[in-house]
């Protein structure tokens, strides 16, 4: 059984930093894609970053480029987001995914499994 578990969500002031984790266990291969996403009240899931096994580098959203790093150990099945810089409008709940396929997409319907998500709130 698949699951994942992130970690490090907080309450900062706008400028401030958080570091994300997510622990993923029980996955039987090391080739899948492992994402970021975020949601707000009242506003639809979205994308922040994604990294497929043979990727060298993490795809982001254009909202986060320059203010938020993905970084992800497929061997270690763990993935972290550092953001940096954070706004009101990033406050949200964030989840990590995986997406079996290792295609990997900013698009939340073509992942497989989903964590618990972890609550971040910017607010001065």
């Known amino acids: 059984q698949v699951q994942l578990v992130e970690s490090g969500g907080g309450s900062v002031q706008p400028g401030g930093s958080l570091r994300l984790s997510c622990a993923a266990s029980g996955m039987s291969s090391a080739v899948y894609a492992i994402a970021w996403f975020r949601q707000a009240p009242g506003k639809e899931r979205e994308g922040i970053s994604y990294?497929?096994?043979?990727?060298?580098?993490?795809t982001y959203t254009s909202s986060v480029k320059g203010r938020f790093t993905m970084t992800g150990d497929h061997a270690k099945n763990t993935a972290y987001l550092q953001m940096n810089n954070l706004q009101d409008e990033d406050t949200a709940i964030y989840y990590c995914?995986?997406?079996?396929?290792?295609?990997?997409?900013?698009?939340?319907?073509?992942?497989?499994?989903w964590g618990q998500g972890t609550q971040v709130t910017v607010s001065s």
């Open positions: 995914a995986i997406d079996r396929t290792n295609f990997g997409s900013l698009d939340y319907q073509l992942y497989d499994y």
């Open positions: 990294i497929s096994n043979g990727q060298t580098q993490p």
